[in-house]
């Protein structure tokens, strides 16, 4: 039981150092306001995953020890994250409609909503991994995902110098 929770450890702060040496280098590579683009890109997708997909996620664990048996337990964990990637769709056509946000959030937006079910999906994977007690598995999943987003956003700031391609790098590495 140490070992593992040795390892659940250094799957949180493994990650956590290279996430802050890949911000780190895009304050290099980006300028300040794009930067601040891909900021509060990162916590919009924050955000949105809080509000509609973290209980699924949370609510996935718990039922699966007790249900794991049962074959109607994953059969619904798809269709409820669709259903929640529906509902994030209606709130950001809502927004989009209301016409109070600037073309360059409106395509901020059009990035992140995406971009929110790549990493609500992303965290729904490694949580399953901690359900099947699986802290390797869990482990090169953390460090897999950011080594490739420090990779993809480093490549991505340099040629392009838009936010916007480092934010959807980033999220197609965690959908990988």
């Not at 956590?16 to 930067?35: C, E, K, R």
């Not at 007790?66 to 994030?88: C, D, K, Q, Y």
């Not at 490739?148 to 040629?159: D, M, R, S, Y």
Request: glycine share 8%.
């Amino acid at each position: 039981m140490l070992r593992e929770s040795f390892i659940y450890i250094l799957s949180r702060a493994v990650p956590s150092g290279i996430a802050f040496v890949t911000g780190m280098a895009l304050t290099w590579l980006l300028a300040p306001a794009d930067y601040g683009v891909y900021g509060l890109g990162l916590a919009l997708v924050g955000l949105i995953a809080a509000v509609f997909f973290d209980w699924h996620a949370l609510a996935f664990m718990r039922f699966y020890q007790a249900e794991v048996v049962r074959p109607t337990l994953m059969p619904t964990v798809l269709p409820n994250f669709v259903m929640l990637g529906i509902a994030s769709i209606v709130l950001a056509l809502l927004g989009y409609a209301s016409g109070t946000l600037t073309p360059d959030y409106r395509e901020l937006l059009w990035i992140c909503v995406p971009g929110c079910w790549c990493y609500a999906w992303f965290e729904l994977a490694v949580r399953m991994q901690i359900a099947r007690f699986k802290p390797g598995q869990y482990f090169w999943m953390n460090m897999v995902r950011n080594v490739g987003i420090l990779a993809v956003t480093i490549a991505l700031a340099w040629a392009t110098r838009s936010p916007f391609a480092v934010l959807a790098g980033s999220f197609l590495v965690m959908l990988g």
